[in-house]
Nanobody
Framework: QVQPVESGGGLVQAGGSLRLSCETF????????MGWFRQAPGKEREFVAA????????DYADSVKGRFTISRDNSKNTVYLRMNSLEPEDTAVYSC????????????????WGQGTQVTVSS
């Protein structure tokens, strides 16, 4: 079983940047597609970004496309989410997710979820 553990959240001013990390425990992530979701207070959880097991396929929500970049380092069992040009609307708890490998990144069907890390963007 894969257990994702997020880190890197915090408080940042609008226009700033953060990099979230997700280290997995229990299994190597080499055979897993990975992704990020977020949930803001009072809102439903939403897809943010995804990457396939080999790193050559990615997908992004329209709201973050061009500002966020997902990447992975399988040698470190870690997935990253680089967030630039942050906006107050990006404030949320960000969760890392994992699912069995596929050739393309996908937005649903993730079996393993981390506890989340808080990102707060001040205006």
């Amino acid at each position: 079983q894969v257990q994702p553990v997020e880190s890197g959240g915090g408080l940042v001013q609008a226009g700033g940047s953060l990099r979230l990390s997700c280290e997995t425990f229990g299994r190597t992530i080499t055979n897993y597609n990975m992704g990020w979701f977020r949930q803001a207070p009072g809102k439903e959880r939403e897809f943010v970004a995804a990457i396939n097991y080999s790193g050559d396929s990615t997908d992004y929500a329209d709201s973050v496309k061009g500002r966020f970049t997902i990447s992975r380092d399988n040698s470190k069992n870690t997935v990253y989410l680089r967030m630039n040009s942050l906006e107050p609307e990006d404030t949320a708890v960000y969760s890392c997710v994992a699912a069995w490998r596929a050739e393309t990144a996908y937005r649903t069907g993730y079996a393993y979820w981390g506890q989340g890390t808080q990102v707060t963007v001040s205006s």
